[in-house]
């Protein structure tokens, strides 16, 4: 049996910062809480922590949050062990406090698009959220070829440049997913079109050892560095998968100079 809840930032701002009745206790270190801290919260010191405890306010709900959301969970049980209704430790903690106008949006989304993202794990109004992988919305969108989802993140400020755990960016997964309209999308919101992941790999370059023909010649077509090379030393003409992208890229290569 779990004694509290751990919710996100987006349900503390809305849920229970918002509530009036709320006990809101900054677990952190006194130097952290007093450079800054959520507003209305209290310092969670061992005398505060007793006395409210021993106050025996049940109903009151009570939000505990740390530095990372690790150790908030731990006061957060003593609370709920104690009989508190209402106990939550906030995911991520202050960090994510800090950063909630970054992984949320306030422009509202279309119904479409916040079902779609609470199918896919995130909460509605994610912006740069992520899920297992640190896959963000815009990037889940374009690797399921979504350029109407793609489009709605872009216009709230998704960032594009955002990495999964490979390195990759939302440019990536679109030139995986062989969705033009989001590759289209993404570049004409300024997406850095010669972005390297880990391997040093370019979505041009993935896009020629993929076989995908009509991604390599639009990325030639909207700019795409043709002499980047990988860390082994690949470039997208060594990597061509098909004659034809052979073919189209090679003329495209200067010739060494001898």
């Not at 010191?45 to 969970?73: D, F, M, N």
């Not at 993935?206 to 030639?220: C, D, E, H, R």
Request: charged share 25%.
């Amino acid at each position: 049996m779990s004694y509290y809840v751990e919710i996100s930032v987006r349900e503390a701002e809305h849920k229970i910062v918002a509530d009036p009745k709320a006990l809101i206790l900054d677990a952190r270190d006194a130097h952290s809480y007093k450079d800054n801290h959520i507003e209305g919260a209290m310092q969670a010191h061992g005398g505060l922590v007793e006395h409210l405890l021993a106050s025996k306010q049940i109903h009151r709900p009570v939000l505990v949050y740390c530095y990372h959301g690790t150790s908030s969970k731990e006061l957060a049980e003593v609370f709920g062990r104690a009989g508190f209704t209402e106990s939550y430790s906030m995911r991520g903690g202050y960090t994510a406090w800090k950063k909630r106008r970054f992984l949320y949006t306030d422009k509202q989304y279309s119904t479409i698009t916040n079902e779609w993202l609470l199918r896919e794990c995130f909460e509605e109004q994610s912006l740069n959220a992520s899920i297992d992988g640190h896959i963000s919305p815009l990037m889940l969108a374009c690797q399921q070829g979504q350029p109407e989802i793609v489009s709605e993140l872009l216009i709230a400020g998704a960032d594009k440049e955002m990495r999964n755990a490979d390195g990759n960016t939302a440019l990536w997964f679109a030139s995986y997913a062989g969705c033009e309209d989001s590759l289209n999308l993404l570049i004409d919101a300024g997406a850095d079109i010669n972005a390297q992941n880990g391997e040093g790999f370019t979505a041009l370059m993935y896009a020629s050892s993929a076989g995908k023909t009509s991604v390599v010649k639009l990325l030639q077509r909207k700019g795409a560095d043709l002499e980047l090379s990988s860390r082994d030393d690949f470039t997208a003409l060594d990597l061509a998968a098909n004659a034809e992208i052979l073919n189209f890229l090679k003329p495209l290569y200067r010739e060494p100079v001898l």
